[in-house]
């Protein structure tokens, strides 16, 4: 069965500095992945997906994410935090294993951002 | 940027009372999707629905639930008979065409409290 694993609920980084919000996942054969990112009572809003190709996936909002085959890790970076990122970011993998493409999301990480 | 809405933003009910919620769904899209987040909780699955049919459901989605789209415009979750354990975030997500690597779009979601 497809899984997806967030090990850290909140990540604290000054503004200007580099983040990282961590994501492993499980699925069997290609992964199809994607980040999402919740504000205070919002829906998700997508950020970035790996289907194939380049390791190194470019989104919205300056964010990026990089594909680890051999960790099957999907963690999601940016340069330069900015305080408007606080927020809840959701990874999620399409269920391969399903008929209609259904996610299967991590538990979330609440990233704060402090100015 | 087009938009998934949806109504009401917060319903509050009885238990053993129906409720339904509402979704408008982004114009062209063909699959729709509803996904539940229990308070503090992951986003889970429930149903996804396309060519006016039930494509895969969770086993979250008893015979208590049912969707539909009765105008060819609106897509409706509907709990038949409400339980406090239904009380949660419920986001309809839509996608269009294109394969299983589109991303979804999600609403800002209604907030359902039973009571």
């Known amino acids: 069965a497809q899984s997806v694993a967030q090990p850290e609920d909140q990540v604290n980084v000054a503004e200007g500095n580099p983040l990282t919000v961590k994501c492993t996942y499980s699925v069997s054969g290609n992964p199809y992945l994607f980040w999402y990112v919740q504000y205070p009572n919002r829906g998700l809003q997508f950020l970035l997906k790996y289907i194939t190709g380049d390791n190194l996936v470019k989104g919205s909002y300056g964010f990026e994410a990089e594909f680890n085959k051999s960790q099957t890790s999907f963690h999601l970076k940016k340069p330069s935090a900015l305080v408007s990122d606080s927020a809840l970011y959701f990874c999620a993998v399409r269920d391969r294993g399903g008929a209609t493409n259904k996610l299967i999301f991590g538990t979330g990480t609440l990233l704060a951002v402090q100015p | 940027e087009p938009e998934v809405t949806q109504t009401p933003s917060h319903q509050v009910t009885q238990m053993g009372q129906e409720v339904i919620l509402r979704c408008v769904p982004i114009?062209?899209?063909?699959?729709f999707y509803w996904y539940r987040q229990i308070l503090g909780q992951k986003v889970e699955f429930l149903v996804s629905?396309?060519?006016?049919?039930?494509?895969?459901k969770s086993e979250i989605f008893d015979d208590q639930f049912s969707v539909e789209r009765p105008d060819g415009s609106n897509f409706t979750l509907k709990i038949r008979s409400t339980k406090l354990e239904d009380s949660a975030m419920y986001f309809c997500?839509?996608?269009?065409?294109?394969?299983?690597?589109?991303?979804?779009?999600f609403g800002d979601g209604t907030r359902l409290s039973i009571l």
């Open positions: 997500a839509t996608r269009g065409g294109g394969g299983g690597n589109q991303p979804q779009h």
């Open positions: 114009s062209n899209h063909l699959y």
């Open positions: 629905f396309y060519n006016n049919e039930i494509s895969e």
